[in-house]
């Protein structure tokens, strides 16, 4: 224990220096050419106005991309259904946000069938399963209406999620959208739905400094720096993991990363063996650099 003690007081002393010396690393001459294609989506989503701020910021990178949702769903993860719910009101102004559902007869599960019986699409899953395990119980046959499945969760056999591998401190990060509802994780991944998973390793190797978001709100800059002061301590290095907006930019360009196909196995964790039989994948960035400098682009406006 004196140990780790030692530990988080050296990570504390180096994370308050370099907050007072880092430098923005974002320049304008940095700025990429987005090659992002046209998507026909469901966000359902998370954001918390006090903890992780990854949901926020993938609002905010697909509403400035210009790419859209049909539909916005709040469910619970970082915060429990009626924050969330909130929350993403505040974040999607100008779009339908459905509260999450317990029951067929809620509107969630309405709004799902009638856009999914319009059209084909895909589901970018930024918190837990619950919601998606419900619309696919009580219609069932809305199962072949969707396209893919974008989850933010998984891990390879016997991987941790440490924030900084080499430094390990305290212990590792939880998979929380999985963790949150293990049980609707297994139903949706019985349906014969592809999945994609962009999980832990993904967001980590693609770090923000909340310095270099310039072109958002100053709360929301605010939000991300005091987030990332709480993960200084534990190996965070100043930055933030932005584990949902390295999925919202999987959506848009699928083309930057790659991604291998994986057979999910539901345990206590969701393990993903490497299986070119299966139809699941996983998908990491192919270079971290560029994808940083197209978020922030599109972030920055
Ligand atoms: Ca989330």
């Not at 003690?5 to 700025?31: H, K, Y």
């Not at 345990?267 to 299966?278: C, E, I, N, P, T």
């Amino acid at each position: 224990m004196p140990h780790i003690i030692f530990v988080m007081l050296i990570s504390v002393s180096v994370a308050l220096l370099s907050s007072c010396t880092d430098t923005p690393r974002w320049a304008p001459e940095n700025r990429v050419h987005p090659k992002e294609q046209e998507v026909q989506y469901i966000v359902d989503t998370d954001p918390s106005d006090t903890k992780d701020p990854d949901d926020r910021l993938a609002a905010f990178f697909l509403q400035r991309a210009g790419n859209n949702p049909q539909l916005v769903s709040a469910t619970n993860g970082n915060v429990p259904l009626k924050s969330a719910f909130t929350n993403a009101r505040e974040l999607w102004p100008n779009h339908l946000v459905v509260p999450g559902a317990k029951n067929c007869t809620d509107d969630l599960v309405q709004r799902y069938q009638q856009e999914l019986t319009r059209q084909e699409l895909t589901i970018l899953a930024l918190g837990s399963m619950r919601n998606i395990a419900l619309v696919l119980a009580c219609h069932p046959e809305l199962a072949q209406r969707i396209r893919k499945v974008i989850i933010v969760a998984g891990r390879t056999p016997n991987e941790e999620f440490w924030l900084n591998p080499d430094q390990k401190v305290v212990r590792p990060m939880q998979d929380l959208n999985f963790e949150t509802d293990r049980q609707a994780m297994r139903r949706v991944l019985e349906k014969s739905i592809p999945v994609t998973f962009v999980p832990f390793a993904a967001g980590n190797m693609v770090r923000i400094l909340p310095l270099d978001l310039q072109g958002i709100p100053a709360v929301e800059r605010i939000r991300v720096r005091d987030h990332a002061s709480t993960l200084a301590i534990v190996g965070g290095g100043w930055t933030i993991p932005p584990f949902d907006l390295v999925a919202a930019a999987y959506l848009l360009q699928p083309a930057s990363f790659n991604c291998r196909r994986v057979q999910a196995e539901v345990g206590k964790d969701l393990v993903l063996r490497q299986s070119d039989k299966a139809t699941d994948q996983l998908c990491l960035p192919s270079d971290p650099k560029y994808l940083q400098a197209l978020l922030l682009t599109v972030l920055n406006g």
